[in-house]
T-cell receptor, first 110, second 114 residues
Framework: GEDVEQSLFLSVREGDSSVINCTYT??????LYWYKQEPGAGLQLLTY?????DMKQDQRLTVLLNKKDKHLSLRIADTQTGDSAIYFCAESMGDDKIIFGKGTRLHILP | GAGVSQSPSNKVTEKGKDVELRCDPISGHTALYWYRQSLGQGLEFLIYFQGNSAPDKSGLPSDRFSAERTGGSVSTLTIQRTQQEDSAVYLC????????????FGPGTRLLVL
């Protein structure tokens, strides 16, 4: 069946890099997404990657995809206090159904 | 118990017409969110309500879009003078309160503008 797994918590010191990992089960996934949820706000799409890509970089964000292992990661360089949020990994097959992970809560240490 | 419900499940309309989409959140949930998903795209956050008020309306794509919530329960999303690019699945979610809480999604309304 379809499933997206990610660790629930991550603590990182301010200025360090954060790496949030995700695994998925459906090899026919076409799109893989990272969403951010800050307190008091809805899910915000951070970035997405097509399944035929292995890397995508956007400013401080780097997405790595290992399709063989069905592993997706989000790296946030120079983590700031404003990056404190819950990060959701998600997959879809290109239709209108998205499968979400349970979210990783990123905590920034001073 | 009952989850989030949305109506209609499907809507086909002609370009230029107005449409109204409805969301019934889980009873007692204070926070309500509207999202849009176009084919092959991720979720696009539109607006959220804390009770009856919407602190931030900047996610609405244009002034043709409006949303309201009455009685802290049902919400309607109205799209005036629909355009073809409005075609998407409109998803509603609710959570007990705003913050880092799980959102419970409705089944969505699939809108097609011809």
């Amino acid at each position: 069946g379809e499933d997206v797994e990610q660790s629930l918590f991550l603590s990182v010191r301010e200025g360090d890099s954060s790496v949030i990992n995700c695994t998925y089960t459906d090899s026919s996934s076409t799109y893989l997404y990272w969403y951010k949820q800050e307190p008091g706000a809805g899910l915000q799409l951070l970035t997405y990657i097509f399944s035929n890509m292995d890397m995508k970089q956007d400013q401080r964000l780097t997405v790595l995809l290992n399709k063989k292992d069905k592993h997706l990661s989000l790296r946030i360089a120079d983590t700031q206090t404003g990056d404190s949020a819950i990060y959701f990994c998600a997959e879809s097959m290109g239709d209108d159904k998205i499968i979400f992970g349970k979210g990783t809560r990123l905590h920034i240490l001073p | 118990g009952a989850g989030v419900s949305q109506s209609p499940s499907n809507k086909v309309t002609e370009k230029g017409k107005d449409v109204e989409l409805r969301c019934d959140p889980i009873s007692g949930h204070t926070a309500l969110y509207w999202y849009r998903q176009s084919l092959g795209q991720g979720l696009e956050f539109l607006i959220y309500f804390q009770g009856n008020s919407a602190p931030d309306k900047s996610g609405l794509p244009s002034d043709r879009f409006s949303a309201e919530r009455t009685g802290g329960s049902v919400s309607t999303l109205t799209i005036q003078r629909t355009q073809q690019e409005d075609s998407a699945v409109y998803l509603c979610a609710s959570s007990p309160w705003t913050g880092e809480e799980t959102q419970y999604f409705g089944p969505g309304t699939r809108l097609l503008v011809l």
